[in-house]
């Protein structure tokens, strides 16, 4: 074998052989993580994670999507995307031996539900922690990004997110001008939770082009509050995140005659969307979904909501 042949075979093995990883480091809630390599099996205990992750062409090893201490289960646009994924417990309750079982080279976990077990979570593999269920539109877009750069796939990422703008303009579009602040919030059978500018819902109403009428209070993005509390906000609109399967507590607040009064109720703009889509999932898909009812509503063009949309106590 003559040297040229020698050089020529050698050059040809080492074009074959596969590019070794390179690390991969994020800064999070929690410091610094890095990791040889982007990470393979991942267990995500938010479903914001969830819904990213599917985005992004990854399906998690493991998820939190169990029913324990109250939590719903996946919402129900993810179903049908999560099925072999293997259930870590619930949000607030992850099974550390169902995900040490999982073998995962990442886990994705939430600033304020695991604040507690996340040491413990890190003991089990690396943890990135991330603001979740607190975080805005701006804040979940960049942990896009960075479970992007995690996962090896920080190109899909931002195109992900390219995408997401060029959507959000073009129903921007369809916005009034002028169109009067709004009052949002969960309502659950128990309670009436606003989301201020600072929460992901009621900044996401904002980049679509109408304006929040609560900013953020003592630094929390999300409070509770009473009919009387409403009341004293006088909203002109309001936009309420229901659970098809419960019977919210403004259907006993509807019988009130201070309901009667509000602004928003006189004017018939009062919008009801399902909650799983628009305050559960949080993420890429689950704002594809929002984007569209914020049309289909009408609530874009303060208009008097659809059939579909419109709230029926």
Known sequence: MTYRTLTTLTLATLLAAPALAAPVTVQHDRGTLT??????????????FVDTLLALGVKPVGAALGTQGGDRGAP???????????TTGSRAQPSLEGIAALRPDLILADSLVHKDTAPALGRVAPTAVFPSRRADLDQLNEQTLLIGRLVGREAAAKQLLADQKSLIAKARAFTKKGAPAFV??????????????????GSFLEAVGRKNQLPVKDGQTQYELSLEGLVALQPQTLVLFTAPD???????????????????????????????????????????LMVAQTIESRFLQDAAPGTSFKYQP
């Not at 990791?35 to 914001?48: C, D, G, I, T, W």
């Not at 129900?76 to 293997?86: D, E």
């Open 35 to 48: 990791l040889p390599a982007p990470a393979k099996r991942v267990v995500a205990l938010e479903y914001s």
């Open 76 to 86: 129900p646009y993810l179903k049908p995307k999560v099925g072999g994924v293997v």
């Open 184 to 201: 949002t919030g969960v309502v659950t059978p128990t309670s009436f939770t606003a989301h201020t500018a600072g929460s992901f819902a």
């Open 246 to 288: 419960e019977t919210p507590v403004t259907a006993a607040w509807a019988k009130n005659p201070l309901w009667q009064k509000l602004p928003a109720v006189k004017r018939g703009r009062v919008y009801e969307f399902n909650r799983d889509d628009w305050t559960r999932g949080r993420g890429p898909t689950a704002l594809k």
